[in-house]
Structure formats: structure tokens, C-alpha cells
């Protein structure tokens, strides 16, 4: 049994940047991939980001590539999302995830235990 519990998120106007952090137990945290997903309202839940156990291996979506940066603390068992520049499209409910395999995948169907989510809103 893994336990994810999630912090950060909240209000910001476009173009600023959140931080979210995601704190897991349970399980050996560094030897598996985390990921997060976001789901907006009346949508598919998407994929974000991952990072591999090591934390060098790293996977974006193409929406968010090169605006926010995944990150993990392995002596914490915790995983970071940094948000910059954000839009009013990253507006979603945010998700990390802990996979049924080490390697994780960008499918939100291989992960089997799901943080509580964290809305971010993006204001104009």
C-alpha cells in the first residue's frame, strides 16, 4: 500500500508559477517512477509529467514542456512539480500518481495509487 498526500497548488494569475509537492509512504519510494496528471472539468485526466526512480530520466507532455519542471527528493519520498508561466488552459485539478511498475508509463490506467488532487487556477 502506498499513501500520497499532496500540498501546493491554490490561485495565481497567468504567467506565475505554483509549486506542488507530493509526499508518498508505503513503498520504496526511489526505486519507482512517479508522474503527475491533471484533469480539467468535463475532461479525460492527462498527462503532466514523470520521473524516473534515479531522477534523471525525465517525460513531459508536449503542453507543458519547457514551462514546468519535475523533481523528487528521494531521502524525503517526495516529488515536486514546478509551474512557471502559467495559463489560463493549466487550470485543472493536479494529481501525482504512483505506478504499478517502476518505470511508470504516460498511461493514468498503470498507476494504481492516486494523491488527493490540488486545483490550480489560473486567473487572467
Known amino acids: 500500500q502506498v499513501q500520497l498526500v499532496q500540498s501546493g497548488g491554490g490561485l495565481v494569475q497567468a504567467g506565475g508559477s505554483l509549486r506542488l509537492s507530493c509526499a508518498a509512504s508505503?513503498?520504496?519510494?526511489?526505486?519507482?517512477?512517479m508522474g503527475w496528471f491533471r484533469q480539467a472539468p468535463g475532461t479525460e485526466r492527462e498527462f503532466v509529467a514523470r520521473i524516473s526512480g534515479s531522477g534523471i530520466n525525465l517525460d513531459y507532455s508536449d503542453s507543458v514542456k519547457n514551462r514546468f519542471t519535475i523533481s523528487r527528493d528521494n531521502a524525503k519520498s517526495t516529488v515536486y512539480l514546478q509551474m512557471n508561466s502559467l495559463k489560463l488552459e493549466d487550470t485543472a485539478v493536479f494529481y501525482c500518481?504512483?505506478?504499478?511498475?517502476?518505470?511508470?508509463?504516460?498511461?493514468?490506467?498503470?498507476?494504481?495509487?492516486w494523491g488527493q488532487g490540488t486545483q490550480v487556477t489560473v486567473s487572467s
Open positions: 500518481a504512483f505506478p504499478r511498475d517502476p518505470w511508470g508509463s504516460r498511461r493514468a490506467s498503470d498507476y494504481d495509487y
Open positions: 508505503g513503498r520504496s519510494f526511489s526505486t519507482y517512477a
